[in-house]
């Protein structure tokens, strides 16, 4: 079994997780593993397969359609993790449980945000007291 899932990022696939076969077939017939009925779509439109180190390949089906593969389109090519495949509106970006998607989660991605809105409220407040105390609204006696 595949340590690969793809987890829908946008489009009729979104927050949906599919774990991988060793052959995973996209597409809107009734025998696809992934089985999306949208415009756009083929009935066969994709594939990706595990080899035999592990790794996963992508391959379009369809040359009628495109699969897009970072941007890029596709009709075969190796898959890491972090990689984001587009077909049609629909778009995956492929995890491996314990994995860092390098492309997804980079080190500016991965920090932790500051904190700014307690300080612009505080600022605000203070400014505000401010322009009430400078007009004689507020007065301290």
């Not at 595990?50 to 996963?56: D, I, K």
């Not at 994995?99 to 809105?117: I, S």
């Amino acid at each position: 079994m595949s340590k690969f899932r793809l987890k829908g990022a946008s489009g009729a696939v979104i927050n949906q997780s599919f774990t991988l076969g060793e052959r995973t077939l996209i597409g809107r017939s009734d025998d696809c593993d992934l089985r999306i009925d949208q415009d756009g779509i083929s009935g066969r439109h994709a594939e990706i397969i595990e080899n035999e180190q592990g790794g996963l390949t992508l391959k379009n089906l369809d040359s009628e359609t495109e699969t897009l593969l970072n941007g890029e389109a596709v009709e075969q090519a190796s898959l890491g993790s972090g990689d984001e495949i587009r077909i049609a509106n629909c778009r995956w970006v492929l995890q491996a449980p314990g994995l860092r998607p390098e492309k997804v989660l980079t080190h500016m991605a991965a920090r932790p945000r500051r904190a700014y809105l307690p300080w612009l409220i505080v600022g605000g407040l203070l400014a505000a007291a401010a322009a009430a105390w400078y007009t004689g609204l507020l007065t301290f006696t």
